[in-house]
């Protein structure tokens, strides 16, 4: 028996919100001293929690997974990294998994949503954007917290969001001991 949560990412200024939410001005253009609310992000947590409880004593935690492909992978990494407790493990494919990186297509995207790159913005908590969005950074906050189990799918000539940052993200997490197992193959994304 699997009940599957499937939520939209839509978003009235961009359409999308890469799972996590925006800079508070957008659509107006930000300053250094604007936040980026992760009001998306607080959704989807509003929304398992509500089914949590809708499945009463049926709910078994060791049986909460995140799946998520391309944006949904960014997504579904942004919640781990922040709530690594509430899942049994995660599923990403061709996610993008640090902004850094210098080799996914459209960096404009995520600085639409995020403000300009050279701003940084801090988010609501309290992080600047760019660690916030690194999934290494996110990893070794906090080593003693466990994680789930990792297993990612990225592709070897994925022009969309790249190959470099899954790369950073297998190293980094062998590095600090979280469990992951990664797959490259010959997929675009």
Do not use: C
């Amino acid at each position: 028996d699997v009940d599957g949560l499937a939520l939209s990412d839509l978003s009235p200024y961009t359409s999308f919100s890469f799972w996590y939410g925006s800079q508070e001005l957008l659509p107006g253009t930000p300053s250094s001293s604007t936040r980026v609310w992760n009001y998306t992000q607080q959704r989807v947590l509003w929304t398992v929690d509500w089914m949590v409880q809708r499945l009463g004593a049926s709910h078994d935690p060791e049986r909460l997974y995140v799946v998520g492909g391309s944006m949904g992978a960014i997504g579904a990494m942004y919640l781990l990294a922040e709530y690594p407790e509430r899942f049994a493990a995660a599923l990403l494919r061709n996610g993008l998994y640090d902004l850094k990186a210098t080799d996914y297509r459209n960096p404009s995207l995520f600085q639409r949503l995020f403000g300009d790159f050279k701003l940084d913005l801090e988010t609501r908590q309290g992080l600047p954007i760019l660690e916030r969005t690194n999934a290494v950074f996110m990893a070794s906050r906090d080593p003693s917290q466990e994680w789930p189990v990792l297993r990612t799918l990225s592709g070897r000539h994925d022009e969309t969001v790249g190959w470099m940052s899954a790369v950073g993200f297998m190293r980094g997490l062998a590095e600090i001991g979280r469990p992951a197992v990664h797959y490259f193959d010959e997929r675009t994304h």
